[in-house]
C-alpha cells in the first residue's frame, strides 16, 4: 500500500514534470511522452532524486497500470479481431525466437550461469523487469542475479525508447505496422506505450494491447522455467504463488474496460474525458520511469549480459519487423 502523505512531495514533482513535458513538446517538436521520460532521466542523474520524494516517484508504476486499464476504453474488440490471428503468430514466434536466442548467446557465446541465462531470457523475451522477478522468484535465483537481470532490462529500454521512434520514422512505417512491432519485441510495457504513441494513437494503441498480450505469457514461462530446474534440481516444489504475485493485474482491467467499449457503454464524450485522463497518466508514469533509470545501476549491469540482450533484441528487431511488414 502507498502512504500518501508520505508519497504527495513526490507525486507534485511527476506533476510537474506531466506539464513541463506537455509544455516543452510543442516547442521542441518532440513527443511529450519522450520528453517526460528524458525529463525524469535527467533529474535522476544530475541532482538526482531526494530520499524524500522517492516515495511518490516510484509511484509511476501506479499511474501506468492506471492509464493502460483506461486505455482500454478506446480499444474495441472488433479492431483486435481484425487482424488477431496474425498478430498472435507474429507474438508466438517473436517470444520463442527471443527466449531461444537469448537463452543460447548466454549460454554457449557469453559463458553465463543456466539461471542467469534464463533471467535475461525471460526480461528481453516477455516483459522485462516483471519477468525477470517472476522467474527469478519461481526457480529461486539469487537476488544478486535478479538485480543483475533487472539492470541490464533497463540499459536496454533505454536504448530502444530512443532506436524505435526513429527507425519508424526514418521508414515511415504505418501505425498498425509500429505498434505491433513495439508490442513484440521491446522488453518493458512502459517504454513500448511511450513510442507507441509517440508515433501516433492508433500505434500506440496497437502497441499497447499487443504487449498486454505477451505480457499473459509471463505464467506460462516463469512455470515452464520453474519445471524445468525443479527436476534438474530434484526439487519437488514448484513456487506458483510468484506466479500470481507477479501476474500483470492490469490486464485484467484492460480487457474489462474494452469489453464496455466494444458494447458501445461508453459515450463520445465519457471516452473524450477517459482519453484526456489516459495522457496525463501516462505522463506522471513516465516522468517517474525516467527517475528510475540511473546511469550508476546501467553501468553495474556490465558489458557481457548487456551484449547478449542488446544482440537478441537486434535480431528479433529485424525479423519481427520483416514479418509484420509482409503480413499486415
Known amino acids: 500500500m502507498v502512504d500518501t502523505l508520505k508519497a504527495l512531495p513526490g507525486f507534485v514533482l511527476l506533476c510537474f514534470g506531466a506539464i513541463l513535458a506537455r509544455s516543452l513538446s510543442t516547442l521542441v517538436g518532440v513527443h511529450e511522452l519522450l520528453l517526460a521520460i528524458a525529463l525524469g532521466f535527467l533529474l535522476a542523474n544530475s541532482v538526482g532524486v531526494p530520499a524524500r520524494l522517492r516515495p511518490g516517484t516510484e509511484t509511476h508504476t501506479l499511474w501506468l497500470a492506471a492509464g493502460i486499464v483506461l486505455l482500454g476504453a478506446s480499444v474495441t474488440i472488433d479492431a483486435i479481431v481484425e487482424a488477431g490471428s496474425v498478430v498472435l503468430l507474429l507474438l508466438f514466434g517473436t ?65 530502444t525508447i530512443v532506436v524505435y521512434p526513429a527507425v519508424g520514422a526514418v521508414l515511415d512505417l504505418p501505425a498498425n505496422v509500429f505498434g505491433v512491432w513495439a508490442g513484440i519485441s521491446m522488453l518493458s510495457t512502459g517504454p513500448v506505450v511511450a513510442v507507441g504513441f509517440a508515433h501516433s494513437e492508433i500505434a500506440g494503441q496497437w502497441a499497447t494491447t499487443t504487449k498486454l498480450a505477451r505480457n499473459t505469457l509471463i505464467g506460462a514461462v516463469a512455470l515452464g522455467y520453474a519445471i524445468y530446474y525443479t527436476r534438474r534440481e530434484g526439487d519437488s516444489s514448484v513456487p506458483l504463488d510468484v506466479l500470481w504475485v507477479e501476474f500483470p493485474k492490469f490486464v485484467l482491467g484492460f480487457l474489462l474496460f474494452m469489453g464496455l467499449a466494444s458494447a458501445g457503454l461508453f459515450s463520445p464524450s465519457q471516452q473524450a474525458t477517459i482519453g484526456n485522463a489516459v495522457e496525463w497518466l501516462f505522463l506522471l508514469a513516465f516522468v517517474g520511469l525516467g527517475t528510475a533509470i540511473r546511469l550508476d545501476d546501467l553501468r553495474r549491469a556490465g558489458i557481457a549480459p548487456a551484449l547478449v540482450v542488446v544482440a537478441t533484441i537486434a535480431l528479433v528487431s529485424v525479423l519481427s519487423l520483416t514479418a509484420a511488414l509482409a503480413v499486415l
Open 95 to 159: 517470444v520463442t525466437v527471443t527466449v531461444l536466442t537469448a537463452e543460447t548467446l548466454a549460454r554457449n557465446v557469453a559463458g553465463l550461469t543456466g539461471k542467469f541465462s534464463s533471467l535475461l531470457a525471460a526480461g528481453a523475451g516477455i516483459c522485462g523487469v516483471s519477468a525477470v522477478v517472476a522467474v527469478g522468484g519461481a526457480i529461486r535465483a539469487r537476488e544478486t542475479r535478479i538485480a543483475y537481470a533487472a539492470g541490464v532490462v533497463l540499459l536496454v529500454d533505454a536504448i
